[in-house]
Every structure is written in C-alpha cells, then in structure tokens.
C-alpha cells in the first residue's frame, strides 16, 4: 500500500515537469509543421512573403454549420496570403450572446469577429471593442441599404455579411401531399391554422418549435409583425411608451398558445434544441422549422433530396396584412479594436467579400448575402430570391430590443406560454420585469 | 431468502440508472449520425473508430488533453506543496497566531468562486495572465487552499507532538522535519487530498470558462462545452469528447479505486 | 521564538497566493457591489447600497433564482439522501459484490459535470432521447414529460441529475458510519425481539446521524453553487425557471454586464454559503462532542 502512494506521488511530482516538456516541444512542432505545408503548397508566394512576420487571426463566429465552408475558405486565403493563418472558433449562437463582448477585452480572440444585430451590437459598441472600418475599402462592396446594422452616427462599425429571412422553413413536399397551399397558408390566421390542421391530418408535426434555444426569437417575429406593423414599436417599449400587456403582444402570445395547445408545434416544444428541429424537418416527421432561411443547409445535409421554401403566417387578417414576411441582415463582420493584427484582419474581411469567394460561400451554406456581387446558383437560393424578393418583408422585430435583459424576459413569456402560463398572465409578468429593469 | 432477492434486485436496478446512460453514451461514439438515431440504445453495428479519429486528429484534442494535464498536475501539486508548508506553519508556530492562519484559510472555504471571479477576471488580466495556463494554475491554487490547509492540518495535528521535539534534539532543523518526518507521515492524508483536487481540477469549468479564449490554451472541459457549437447536429462527436475527457479519471479510477473514494469523502466530509 | 521566525518562510508562498487571488477580489467585491461598474468602461459611480435595495425589492429574476436555489437544494438533498442511505444500508458488509457495487455507484462522481450535462441533455431531449424512447416502447407515453423545458419540473430534472452524480459518494460515507456502529447494539436488539424498523429507529439512526448531517451539509453547498451542471444543461432557462444564484450572478454579470449589480448579489450569496457552512460546523461539532 505504500509503494503504490509513493508512486502516486511520484507520479504526480514528476509528471508537470514532464508535460511542461512535452507541451513545449508540441507547439514548436506544430508551429513546424504549418509552416512545411506553407512552404509546400506555396513556394512562389512563400519567396514574395518570406520578409513578413507569420500572424495567425483569431475569427470568432457561431455558425457551426458553416464550418468546413469556412476551412475551404481559409485555406484559399492562405494559399494567397501564406503568412496569415486564420483560426475559427465557433460557440453556439446562445452562448455567443453571453460571451462575445467578453472574450473580445484583450485583443487576442476575435481579430475578426462576427455579431449579432441590436443588443450584441450595442453591448460591443458601447465597450468601444469595434474598429472603425468606414474607410476599408470593402464596405463599398456592399448594398448600402443592407449594411445600415452596422451604422451608428454615421460611423461604420461592423458589415453586416448575410441576409437572412427569419421565418418557417417548409417541405414542398409535405404541404403538396397534405393539401395545403402556400400563398393561402399565409392569407390570414385562419388560413394559417388550417394548414397546419391539414398538415397534421397527414400525419406530420406541422411545425418543429425549438423552443429550448433559438426559437423564441426567431419566430415571435412573424408572429406579431402585423399585430403590431409599427416598427419603432419595441422601442417605445424601451422607454415605457408601450407595454406588451396591450392587446398586440398578448395576442402574439394567445397565437402561439393556439399552435401549442392544438398540437400544430411538436411536443415538448421547450426544449426542443435546434439541431433537433432540423433532425425532425430533415427526417420528413415535421413539415415546418420555425426558424429561418439559414436553417436550409443543415437540413439538406442531413437529407439533401428535400425540397425546401421559406413562408410566414399572417397572424393578423387579411385586410390588416402591412408585412409578407421577415428579413435581417445579420452576421455582422467586424474587426477587434484591440487587435494586434487589424490589416491582416481587414485583409481577410476583403477576401471574404470578393465575388468568387462570397459565391461560394453563399452557395455552399445556402445563405444570401448583403454584397451587390454574388453569384447565387445554388437552386434554394435562387428560389428564395424569385418569391421573396419581390414581397415586403419587415425588418426582424426584435432586432430593436437591444437591452439583453428586456429581450429575455419577452422571450421569457413565450416559453411561459409554451409550459401553459395563461397569455394576459404571462404578459403581465414580463412587463413587471421589464418595469423593473427600466427603473434600476 | 426472499429479502435477499429483493435486495439484489434493488442493487441491480439502480446498477442499471448508473451504466445505461453511460453504455449509450460510450455505444454512441462509433456510431454515425443516421445509425445515433435508429439505433439510440443497441450496440454499434460495427466499431468505426471515425469520431476518434476526427477529434484527435482534426481538432486536435491532444492539445486540450495536454493543457489539462499540465494545469492539473502543476495546480494539485502546487496547492499541496503550499497547503502542507501552510498547515505544519499553523501546527508549529504559536497558537494564536496559528488559530488566526488557520481561521483565515477556513473561511476561504465558504467564499463560493462566483462572488469573487468579477475581480479575479480583471485582476489576472491586468496580470498578463488572460489565456495562459499560469493564470489558470494560479487561480486553481487560490481558490482550493483553503480546503487543502484544512484537511492537512487536521491531520498534522494528530501527529505525535514528541516527534518534533525529538527530532529538534537530534539537531534538525525547520525544513528537515517537515520534509524527512511530517511529510511521509501525511502520505495518506497528502494523496486523500491530492485526489480529490485532482478531480476538482481537471472537471472545473468556471475558471477555463473565464480566463481561456484562445484555442491553443483550452482544457478538456471547456474545448467540450465549444463542441457545442461546433458540431451542432453531431451528438456523436460530443459525446466522443466526453468519453476522451474522461479517460484519464477512468484509468485513474480503476488502478486508484480505493484512495479514490477516500480521497473525495474526506474532501466531502472536510470540504 | 527562534524557530517561529525562520517557520515563517513555510506560511508565504500559501498567504502569498491566496491573499492575492482569493482575498483580495473577495474585498473587492465588497466594494464593487455599492457602485454601477459595468465591467467594461473605465468610469463607474457609488450608489451606496442602491443595488442592495433592488436586488430585494425590484428584482424578481433574483428572488425567483433564491427559491429556484431552494426548490434545486431540497430536492436533489432529498433524493441523494434516501438514495444513498438506501442503498448503503444494503452494502454496509465489506463483501466482494458490494465493495463492486459501492464502486460502480461511485463512478459518476469522476465525471466532469460538463460531462454528465451533455449525457443527461441528450436522455432528456424530446422524441429521440433515450428517456422518451424507452418511456414509449414501454406503453407509457403518458409519463413522457418536456423534462427540461417545462418550467415546471425543469429544475427537478436537474436535481435527478444532480443525485445521479453524486449517490454514489454519499454512499460511501454513510457505509463508514454504519460500519462504525458497534455489532453489539444489533444483537441486543435482537434479543429484545425489535422489529427491523424498530432497529434502524433506535439503534441505527441516532448512530449515523452525523454522517447524515454530513452529507445533508455537504449536498445543500453542492447545491447552491452548481454552477456547471446548470450552465451546461439549460443555461438557467426556460424563462428563469433554473436560474440559480451561481448562474444568476455569471449571466448578470458577462451578459447583461453589469458587474457592480453582480457584485452586490455575490455577497447575498457568500452570506448565505457561509451560514449554511457555519451551521454545517456547529452540527457535526455537536455529534462529534456527543
């Protein structure tokens, strides 16, 4: 017994000091071996470069799904830059909202980093964490009209780098074989609950609600964008003008109860994760993800023969439709004031934005983009380009609720609603929290 | 007799809670995607060691592994070092002083991280000390003292107090004692102890979470908490993280097994 | 004398470290909590004790993260506490099978909570978690619950986990109180023709009691700061149904960034640990006197 403690022991004196070594003589070699593949791949531009010093860019995102796009994109940018290595570190977009500001304070993560719209933006802004970019050449590369995420004061902070539709993504198929037809799906909420009677009458879920992350506030959009048309309404909210105990947000509430309580949203819909709602989608059992556009890569990589359409209900009537659907410009590039590396970072966002590498990206992850110049041949894309083009789509509403704490308290009561809260009560409650937080 | 069945029925029962999850959780990491969900329970159809390959190779993972090890080791290690020269200064010095020293440390046990890591985060980024394993070991020792002095003391105060004053005749001095007569008589007190840091170290998620960024210096805990993000919709390679991570306490576990469960009862009981 | 100063070398390096990194931000949460610091711009007011006003009288997120605390504590002490005096009443003899039994049980303990966090996540997960599948392949699809999103029963859910994990070390230290007690007290019993009930009630109970208090003490501090397990598992959620102090003061803090406010709640919760463990002290001290 005590040959094996003072083993024990031994074991633990000896092996820091072993593993310092180790560590040591692990990143010399992995520094090593970089820099052999460098020197392979790209021996012309290694003896143009040989002068520069190697920098390796930290770019910080949350699309996991993006991330072997992202890696083909990188090593593209490196064969044209071989000094500059890029490394990707992707956090779940939950935990991004909590972290990002954060990790970004001492320059070392993040010398391109991504952020959401509104809050984050804000929180990022007022940390004085952006680089001012106005004067990068690139941002002229983009719509104008879409990069406006990014403006404050007229200071360009962030670009905002793709264009999504924050509303259901659906399985022609499912609604062809249920009967359901999609310009009348989005007439009216009538309309709207009748497919989705008709839909589960054959047999599917007819909506995947990941209600255990993103859901909430992905969907709560076009729920009330007619209730409520009026844009700057949330930010009357902010200031105490408007109370989401009034009639427009209590009936967005009583809406999604509808969905729940009829069986149109999948059991067990709080905590349903969002991969798991493109699992039920991929897998033909659910007809509808109440997320967005971006969802549409994730899906057809798990079953690629879907085809798929985006749609929104209407939840107001027919004569009170203002808005067909819903539109962010989000994932907004920006580079880290902090940054050691800001050239090679705004290097990096210019490749990002060139035509060819833009297209790619664009068609590979089925995401449209905020650039005049993109090539999109992926056939969702175009799709999507053809039908919602031409609509009118709102801005996502709660892109204007740029207080975290208020953002989640109205999340709050949908999930309340959602675990059999009464809508009025649930309303009442998240408005007592948010008079609580406007009054501290 | 009858007793007898019922009770080996109860044990096997909940032996069952206990292995199930984890059969499905270790089944799952040599399967794919699609076989994960036809087949959630059943043993893989056939063994593809695939997930271990993609994390070790593709992300790397000997990195976490490495940077774990060496935080651990050197913060368990450290705390102990530190711990047991603090404890045989209490058992020595005079008693007030030491009942001072002693409460000073104790009181540490009742201070949970969170309500000091607010300062803590800027006080080791104004150190440089931000996304460096030191930062992290220093933070570790910091905060597990406490528990270390604690249980080292208790025990060196069960020491014979003749021994100290034999040694002193013998002409020792201060550094000889601890090091030729206090230590190796705390060796089982010193690896209860060591274990269960070793397991508070090696598992903690709050500091890595804090004071780590950059890929290159994460821990096992925190590189699998940024699977998340990363394999979205592959449970399987989340759940071959788990099983890597936690292979080292495994092995530990079953050639340690009974130092093991002495080791976190006393840090239970003491802690 | 002499030996005392040159002994004074071996308290520095621990005083060092510890003074610096642990005391030192303990004080200076102190005087974080009476200003409006939000963590990120060098300026920051006094408000005196503003944020301890708010905390408790305009604050719902945190009196519902005390209770939830409460609720969590209760119900995950209550079950490892039955659990594991359950089960180690069965495996109190150093037989073979048993000694294999208290060491399966124990395994979980050596599992990082990050861990166990993913594995229960995904047995709980709606439709295709292992849970719901055995629940409907075993005709029972009326128990199938939203484990961890009805805001209900979420932080139950979690207070299973938390017994799943730690059962098991429970265990061992109610086997070595059982095993303390003398065999005589059973065999008198015996005699005395006691029931099985009777016996535990008597002779049993009054005899583990400090390892009872032990382990009720040691699960409630578990408890209030199972930050990991949480974080990892619903990040507090569905609407603050799991939020607990630990988590609270993290999000508070890093997300909502308000650090002062932060600061001012750590101290509510260092008061609370801090009895729980002086109560804890004065428990055991008084078995132990006994």
Request: charged fraction near 15%; charge should be neutral.
């Amino acid at each position: 017994m005590k040959k094996v403690l003072a083993l024990l022991l031994a074991v633990m004196l000896v092996i820091p000091v072993l593993a310092a070594c180790g560590k040591k003589a692990d990143t010399s070699e992995n520094t090593n071996v970089t820099d052999n593949n460098d020197k392979d791949n790209n021996q012309d531009n290694q003896n143009q470069d040989q002068n520069k010093k190697k920098v390796t860019l930290s770019f910080v995102h949350w699309r996991g799904e993006d991330k072997d796009a992202f890696d083909e994109i990188i090593s593209r940018f490196n064969e044209k830059y071989p000094h500059i290595d890029v490394e990707q570190t992707i956090y779940t977009s939950e935990q991004y909202v909590s972290t990002a500001h954060t990790l970004l304070q001492d320059g070392e993560a993040g010398d391109v980093f991504t952020s959401f719209p509104g809050a984050q933006f804000q929180t990022i802004r007022k940390g004085d964490l952006f680089d001012d970019i106005t004067n990068q050449s690139f941002v002229s590369k983009f719509n104008e009209a879409l990069i406006t995420a990014g403006l404050e004061d007229g200071v360009q902070y962030a670009v905002p780098f793709q264009m999504v539709y924050n509303q259901p993504v659906y399985n022609k198929k499912a609604f062809e074989k249920a009967g359901v037809d999609f310009e009348g799906a989005m007439k009216d909420w009538d309309s709207w609950l009748d497919a989705c009677q008709k839909l589960k009458d054959a047999g599917y879920v007819p909506i995947a609600f990941p209600g255990g992350d993103i859901g909430p506030g992905q969907f709560m959009n076009s729920m009330m964008m007619n209730l409520e048309p009026d844009e700057g309404i949330w930010a009357r909210v902010l200031s105490g003008e408007a109370k989401i105990t009034e009639d427009w947000w209590v009936k967005t509430l009583a809406h999604f109860n509808e969905l729940n309580s009829k069986g149109y949203f999948n059991t067990s819909a709080n905590s349903l994760k969002h991969q798991d709602g493109i699992n039920m989608i991929a897998s033909e059992e659910a007809a509808m993800l109440a997320t967005g556009s971006y969802a549409i890569s994730g899906i057809l990589a798990k079953n690629p023969d879907l085809e798929l359409g985006i749609i929104s209900p209407n939840p107001a009537s027919e004569g009170e439709k203002v808005w067909d659907g819903i539109h962010n410009a989000t994932f907004l590039l920006g580079i880290n004031k902090k940054s050691n590396h800001k050239e090679e970072a705004a290097m990096f966002i210019d490749f990002l934005t060139e035509k060819e590498i833009a297209s790619y990206y664009a068609n590979t992850t089925g995401q449209q983009l905020t650039l005049k110049d993109v090539e999109y041949t992926s056939k969702e894309l175009m799709e999507i380009g053809e039908v919602w083009g031409p609509r009118k789509t709102r801005t996502q509403p709660r892109f204007f609720i740029t207080d975290q704490d208020v953002q989640n308290a109205v999340l709050g009561s949908i999930q309340d609603v959602i675990s059999g809260t009464e809508p009025q009560k649930a309303a009442d409650n998240a408005q007592k929290l948010i008079d609580e937080i406007l009054s501290r | 007799m009858n007793k007898k069945i019922i009770r080996n029925i109860v044990l096997c029962l909940y032996a069952l809670a206990i292995l199930l999850p984890l059969s499905i959780i270790f089944f799952a990491t040599f399967k794919d995607g699609t076989e994960l969900f036809q087949n959630i329970a059943g043993l893989p159809r056939n063994f593809s060691l695939d997930n271990y390959y993609k994390i070790f190779v593709e992300e790397k993972f000997v990195v976490y592994f490495l940077n774990s090890i060496q935080t651990t080791l050197t913060s368990v290690f450290l705390t102990l070092f530190f711990g047991s020269l603090a404890a045989y200064f209490i058992i020595r010095c005079n008693k007030i002083l030491g009942i001072i020293i002693f409460a000073l440390f104790a009181a540490g046990m009742m201070i949970p991280p969170q309500v000091n890591m607010i300062p803590l985060y800027n006080l080791i980024s104004s150190f440089g000390l931000k996304n460096k394993l030191t930062g992290l070991i220093i933070a570790n020792i910091a905060s597990t003292l406490p528990v270390a002095v604690f249980i080292l003391t208790g025990f060196m105060r069960s020491i014979h107090k003749e021994l100290f004053g034999a040694s002193k005749v013998d002409g020792a001095n201060e550094w000889k004692i601890y090091s030729r007569v206090v230590m190796p008589l705390s060796l089982p007190s010193l690896s209860a102890t060591g274990i269960f840091l070793f397991v508070m170290h090696w598992n903690d998620l709050l500091y890595p979470l804090l004071f780590i960024t950059k890929r290159a210096k994460k821990t096992v805990p925190l590189a699998l908490l940024d699977f998340q993000g990363q394999y979205v919709i592959d449970y399987q390679m989340l759940f071959t993280g788990v099983a890597i991570a936690s292979i080292p306490m495994v092995l530990m576990y079953l050639f340690f097994q009974r130092y093991f469960i002495a080791g976190m009862s006393a840090g239970a009981v003491k802690g | 004398m002499r030996a005392s100063k040159k002994i004074g070398f071996f308290i520095i390096p621990a005083l060092l470290i510890y003074g610096v990194f642990y005391v030192y931000p303990t004080v200076l949460s102190l005087f974080y909590s009476i200003t409006d610091w939000d963590g990120v711009s060098p300026a920051f007011n006094f408000v005196g004790l503003k944020n301890f006003i708010n905390l408790f009288t305009n604050d719902t997120i945190f009196i519902k993260s005390l209770t939830n605390n409460v609720k969590f504590t209760l119900s995950a002490s209550i079950l490892q506490f039955l659990f594991s005096l359950g089960l180690a009443l069965l495996l109190i003899k150093n037989t073979k099978s048993n000694v294999f039994f208290r060491a399966l049980y124990f395994f979980p303990t050596i599992l990082a909570s990050v861990s166990v966090g993913f594995i229960w996540t995904f047995l709980y997960a709606p439709n295709i978690g292992p849970i719901d599948q055995l629940l409907k392949s075993l005709g029972l699809e009326w128990m199938i619950q939203d484990w961890l999103g009805d805001k209900s029963i979420a932080i139950y859910s979690i207070a299973v986990v938390k017994a799943w994990f730690h059962v098991g070390q429970m265990i061992v230290i109610f086997v070595a109180g059982l095993q303390a007690i003398p065999k005589q007290f059973y065999e008198v019993a015996k005699i005395e023709g006691a029931s099985a009930l009777q016996t535990f009630r008597r002779v049993t109970w009054p005899m583990i009691a400090p390892a009872a208090t032990i382990v009720v003490a040691y699960t409630t501090i578990q408890t209030f700061k199972a930050f990991d397990l949480i974080y990892t598992m619903t990040r507090g959620g569905p609407n603050y149904s799991t939020e607990i102090i630990a988590t609270n003061i993290y999000n508070v803090a890093f997300r909502s960034n308000k650090f002062g406010y932060a600061a001012a709640q750590s101290i509510i919760f260092l008061v609370i640990i801090g009895a729980i463990t002086f109560l804890q002290f004065k428990l055991v001290d008084r078995y132990e006197t006994n």
